[in-house]
């Protein structure tokens, strides 16, 4: 299974970016789709997820800014992003788990600054 992200780039405070994902290789629906982040000098943290059939969760920091949305089924996965602080820069990654086993795109650079 591989992961494509894409969407990142440079945006201004306040502004908004898209990103996209999409898995190819699998016959079956994902179990799980979402976005984790880095920050420089920093762990990878959970951003946001859907586990299939379930609802989506929230790093709560991020609740009201971030929206998950896509469909397991279809591999695809997106995050809007909305409000962006320059403290939400980081390379984001997207991520799939199919059957137990889990995949990870190579990230997306998303840089918020003025």
């Known amino acids: 299974v591989q992961l494509q992200a894409s969407g990142g780039g440079l945006v201004q405070p306040g502004g908004s970016l898209r990103l996209s994902c999409a898995a190819s290789?699998?016959?079956?629906?994902?179990?799980?789709m979402g976005w984790y982040r880095q920050a420089p000098g920093k762990q990878r943290q959970l951003v946001a997820g859907i586990v299939s059939g379930g609802v989506p969760n929230y790093a709560d920091s991020l609740k009201g800014r971030f929206t998950i949305s896509g469909d397991n089924a279809e591999h695809k996965v997106y995050l809007q992003m909305n409000s962006l602080k320059p403290e939400d820069t980081a390379v984001y990654y997207c991520?799939?788990?199919?059957?137990?086993?889990?995949?990870w795109g190579k990230g997306t650079l998303v840089t918020v600054s003025s």
């Open positions: 290789g699998s016959a079956f629906p994902a179990n799980a």
């Open positions: 991520y799939a788990n199919y059957r137990g086993l889990e995949y």
